[in-house]
């Protein structure tokens, strides 16, 4: 990473710069792809959001998972739901 001096600083005296700069996080075109790397690694905004895709995930695998057990259960309902209407109608 280069060096640049700040105002007011001490001449040679430099800090590292920041070579995401003014990009918007992307890349500069020839950008480095270690240092996009370690941004993306130091970068936690969009971690809540991946948490909540995560857990939206989890609770539609459970909700599915229940739907199938619960459907033989369902369907001999309606059977029966069934021939009781059909004998009062016989009847």
């Known amino acids: 990473m280069g060096l640049c001096r700040r105002a007011g600083s001490k001449k040679g ?3 590292q710069r920041d070579p995401w700069h003014g990009t918007r ?4 075109k020839g950008g480095n792809m270690t240092a996009l ?7 936690d905004a969009g971690q809540d959001l991946a948490e909540y ?8 695998t459970v909700a599915a998972a229940a739907a ?3 459907a ?3 369907g001999t309902l309606w ?3 069934q021939s009781v209407i059909d ?3 016989s009847s």
């Open 79 to 81: 059977s029966k739901a």
């Open 68 to 70: 199938i057990v619960i």
């Open 37 to 43: 790397v370690k941004k993306l690694v130091a970068d």
């Open 25 to 28: 996080g992307r890349p500069r």
């Open 13 to 15: 005296a430099g800090t």
């Open 87 to 89: 004998n009062a109608q």
């Open 53 to 60: 895709g995560i857990a939206l995930a989890v609770i539609g």
């Open 72 to 74: 033989k259960d369902v």
